[in-house]
């Protein structure tokens, strides 16, 4: 059962998308390696708190690219077919997104 997603569905993606992907979220990841040091460095609060809400806003960013894939793909494709879902996926995606 290796080779199974965790996802109800998948997408194939550009390499372009994907490495661009791979590319923001290894930064992400760099980032939380970062915080994590500078609390173990003992770091002045603030300083950590302007390095987490980078990470966060970046985390944001990763999701807005992510969500306008989405939207030019799997929606669009998704309407074109009729596919109700689709729509309502969107909805109860940008709801989570929103909270």
Same mark, same amino acid.
């Given at each position: 059962?290796?080779?199974?997603?965790?996802?109800?569905?998948?997408?194939?993606?550009?390499?372009? *998308?994907?490495?661009?992907?791979?590319? $923001?979220?290894?930064?992400?990841? #760099?980032?939380?390696? +970062?915080?994590?040091?500078?609390? =173990?460095?003992?770091?002045?609060?603030?300083?950590?708190?302007?390095?987490?809400?980078?990470?966060?806003?970046?985390?944001?960013?990763?999701?807005? *690219?992510?969500?306008?894939?989405?939207? $030019?793909?799997?929606?669009?494709? #998704?309407?074109?077919? +009729?596919?109700?879902?689709?729509? =309502?996926?969107?909805?109860?995606?940008?709801?989570?997104?929103?909270?």
């Amino acid at each position: 059962m290796e080779n199974e997603c965790c996802c109800r569905k998948k997408k194939e993606r550009s390499p372009e *998308e994907y490495k661009s992907l791979i590319n $923001r979220l290894s930064r992400i990841e #760099g980032q939380i390696r +970062g915080i994590k040091g500078m609390l =173990e460095k003992d770091a002045y609060c603030i300083d950590v708190i302007t390095q987490a809400a980078a990470a966060s806003a970046a985390l944001n960013s990763f999701n807005k *690219e992510l969500l306008a894939s989405h939207i $030019r793909t799997c929606v669009v494709d #998704g309407i074109k077919n +009729g596919d109700d879902e689709t729509a =309502e996926e969107l909805i109860a995606t940008l709801q989570k997104l929103m909270r």
